[in-house]
Nanobody, 114 residues
């Protein structure tokens, strides 16, 4: 079955960086658009970034544009989210998601605090 397993979250100071990873299995990774979502306490889940199957096009939430970079390695079945210049408002549970099929990972917590 489809599995998405995120890792790389943690506690980081404002201005710091983290790199999230999502290892996928159970489907042909290179054939699908993939996304990162996040959900902060008391807020709705929101789309952070998306990437086409080949990785040639990406899209971002306005508030992370220029700070976050989504990428993928289709040989390793792995999706990444490089997060730079992190802000307290970026604190959330981050999820890897395959839109086709509506598959979600379990999430990885990112906390930005001093």
């Amino acid at each position: 079955q489809v599995q998405l397993v995120e890792s790389g979250g943690g506690l980081v100071q404002p201005g710091g960086s983290l790199r999230l990873s999502c290892v996928a299995s159970g489907f042909t990774f290179r054939a699908y658009r993939l996304t990162w979502y996040r959900q902060a306490p008391g807020k709705e889940r929101e789309l952070v970034a998306g990437i086409t199957p080949s990785g040639d096009r990406t899209d971002y939430l306005d508030s992370v544009q220029g700070r976050f970079i989504i990428s993928r390695d289709n040989d390793k079945n792995t999706l990444y989210l490089q997060m730079n210049n992190l802000k307290p408002d970026d604190t959330a549970l981050y999820y890897c998601m395959r839109p086709t099929g509506g598959n979600w990972g379990q999430g990885t917590q990112v906390t930005v605090a001093s």
